[in-house]
T-cell receptor, first 114, second 113 residues
Framework: DADVTQTPRNRITKTGKRIMLECSQT?????MYWYRQDPGLGLRLIYY???????NKGEISDGYSVSRQAQAKFSLSLESAIPNQTALYFC?????????????FGSGTQLSVL | DQQVKQNSPSLSVQEGRISILNCDYT??????FLWYKKYPAEGPTFLIS?????DKNEDGRFTVFLNKSAKHLSLHIVPSQPGDSAVYFC????????????FGGGTRLMVKP
C-alpha cells in the first residue's frame, strides 16, 4: 500500500462547484503539504501543516482551503472551482526537524475545471 | 519571478551517455538543494541532495555539482539508462523554521535505447 494516498486520482468538475481532494498517510509524519503542478512552473505550495493544530498558507493559497482532520489526514478544498485551477495536485509529507526538506509525495490528483 | 529555474524543458540523450540537467537560482539565502524525479502517473521522489557547504555529492550513477558563485547546480547521470527517462525537478531551501522548498519548472529527460 502507498504511504501517501490521494483520492480521487482524477476529477472533472464545472466552474463554481465545490470539491474536496483528500490525502491520508501511513508514514507517521507530522508535516503535510499540498502542492499544484503546472507545466513549466514546477510545484508550487498551496498550504502546509506542521501538526493537527497548525495550518499555514503557502505561495498560492487564494481560492483554496484546507483541513487537518488528524495527523494522518489533510484535505484540500476548492470552494468555487475556476478553470485556472485545472492542474495536477500533490499531497506530500515530511518528518519534523532535520531532514524535513525531504518530501514524500502521493501519486497526485488530476483536476480539470470546465 | 521564479527563484529556481530549469531553463531546458527537455533533454534527449543516448543510452550509455552522460545526461546533464541544469538548474539556476537567484536567492543567495538558499542553503540546501535537492533533485526529485517524477515518472508519469506517480508523485515525485527524492533523488539526491547537496548542502551549500559542499560542491559535489555523488550517489551511484548520480552526481550533483553546486557552483555557489554562479548560483548554479547540475545533475549528472552516468551512464544514462532508459529507466532514467522522467521529469527531474530541482528544489532549494532556506534554512529557517519552515524549511520550505522552492521548485524549478522541471526538465523532461528522454534516454533513447
Amino acid at each position: 500500500d502507498a504511504d501517501v494516498t490521494q483520492t480521487p486520482r482524477n476529477r472533472i468538475t464545472k466552474t463554481g462547484k465545490r470539491i474536496m481532494l483528500e490525502c491520508s498517510q501511513t508514514k507517521g509524519h507530522d508535516r503535510m503539504y499540498w502542492y499544484r503542478q503546472d507545466p513549466g512552473l514546477g510545484l508550487r505550495l498551496i498550504y502546509y501543516s506542521f501538526d493537527v493544530k497548525d495550518i499555514n498558507k503557502g505561495e498560492i493559497s487564494d481560492g483554496y482551503s484546507v483541513s487537518r482532520q488528524a495527523q494522518a489526514k489533510f484535505s484540500l478544498s476548492l470552494e468555487s472551482a475556476i478553470p485556472n485551477q485545472t492542474a495536477l495536485y500533490f499531497c506530500a509529507t515530511s518528518e519534523s526537524g532535520t531532514g524535513s526538506e525531504k518530501l514524500f509525495f502521493g501519486s497526485g490528483t488530476q483536476l480539470s475545471v470546465l | 519571478d521564479q527563484q529556481v529555474k530549469q531553463n531546458s524543458p527537455s533533454l534527449s540523450v543516448q543510452e550509455g551517455r552522460i545526461s546533464i540537467l541544469n538548474c539556476d537560482y537567484t536567492n543567495s539565502m538558499f542553503d540546501y538543494f535537492l533533485w526529485y524525479k517524477k515518472y508519469p502517473a506517480e508523485g515525485p521522489t527524492f533523488l539526491i541532495s547537496i548542502s551549500s557547504i559542499k560542491d559535489k555529492n555523488e550517489d551511484g550513477r548520480f552526481t550533483v555539482f553546486l557552483n555557489k558563485s554562479a548560483k548554479h547546480l547540475s545533475l549528472h547521470i552516468v551512464p544514462s539508462q532508459p529507466g532514467d527517462s522522467a521529469v527531474y525537478f530541482c528544489a532549494a531551501r532556506i534554512n529557517n523554521a519552515g524549511n520550505m522548498l522552492t521548485f524549478g519548472g522541471g526538465t523532461r529527460l528522454m534516454v533513447k535505447p
